[in-house]
């Protein structure tokens, strides 16, 4: 929180320092005058202003005090306090300590939540997990779950689960903490995809693909249990149009061969390289 500056507080009085029972006493010191006029001084020529008396020189501890002084502290100009403007970077940016927002974007079975998860859990700064089918499925009566047949109230809830991710991240963000979020965005559909993303959270979000290969995640699908589990020709269709990424110039993780910590890993060096040159999009 900023508050207004006011005036320090001055010194505490001290001998020889701005203050004496003299300077409060006139008759003590006597009263200044000015020299006398000098008897037979030339004439002034017409026109022509003579200087002032030069102003006596301020002997210390005595005299009048400056303007906007208190004794001989200057008092510096009231106002708010404003943040202290960050050194230029010398090295590679470190996304394990920077507060950063990334979209973990792949297909079902694709392993987002769980390296969401773990990548927040093991960073240096304080950062959220925001996953959209959690969110989506805090609709309980009415929930239009999409393994019943996509229709305009499953894509409402689809939309309404996006915006409020974005408000959620907006307010970590506005808070110092680090936001990753994860969906299924895909590249056919910018408008209610990457372009709804942005219109949330903002441009500085830093968008990640997670893409292992088709068989890596019809074994995690058969995995699930409820409505998060999708039948293998849904798998299958959806796995098809996250390979329209290829070419976007987003960076995507081919996590087929690795765990979930060597995933987090390589996400870290796609976000400094992102951090450095951020991808158009």
């Not at 050194?87 to 470190?94: C, G, K, L, S």
């Not at 020709?233 to 990424?245: F, K």
Request: aromatic content about 6%; glycine content about 12%.
């Amino acid at each position: 929180m900023q508050h207004a500056v006011g005036s320090p507080l001055p010194p505490p009085h001290q001998p020889g320092h701005g203050w004496s029972p003299a300077a409060h006493h006139p008759g003590a010191q006597g009263a200044q005058q000015g020299p006398a006029p000098q008897q037979g001084a030339a004439p002034v020529p017409p026109g022509f202003a003579p200087p002032g008396p030069p102003a006596p020189a301020r002997q210390h501890g005595y005299g009048p005090p400056a303007p906007e002084t208190t004794g001989h502290v200057p008092l510096p100009p009231g106002g708010p306090v404003g943040m202290p403007s960050a050194p230029p970077a010398t090295t590679a940016p470190d996304p394990a300590s920077t507060t950063l927002a990334v979209l973990l974007i792949g297909p079902a079975g694709a392993g987002k939540t769980s390296v969401a998860k773990y990548w927040a859990d093991h960073r240096r700064v304080p950062t959220a997990h925001i996953s959209l089918d959690d969110v989506r499925e805090w609709v309980r009566s009415g929930f239009a779950d999409p393994q019943s047949g996509w229709n305009d109230h499953s894509e409402a809830q689809y939309r309404l689960a996006r915006r409020t991710c974005g408000f959620a991240a907006r307010n970590f963000l506005a808070n110092g903490i680090s936001c990753i979020l994860d969906d299924a965005v895909f590249p056919d559909r910018p408008v209610v995809g990457l372009g709804g993303w942005k219109r949330h959270v903002g441009p500085g979000l830093l968008p990640v693909v997670l893409l292992p290969g088709l068989e890596i995640v019809l074994e995690r699908n058969a995995e699930r249990s409820g409505n998060r589990r999708l039948t293998d020709e849904e798998v299958a269709r959806i796995h098809g149009r996250m390979a329209g990424w290829y070419g976007s110039g987003l960076p995507i993780i081919d996590n087929s061969q690795l765990d979930v910590p060597q995933t987090a890993q390589i996400l870290d060096e796609v976000l400094t390289r992102s951090l450095a040159s951020p991808p158009a999009w």
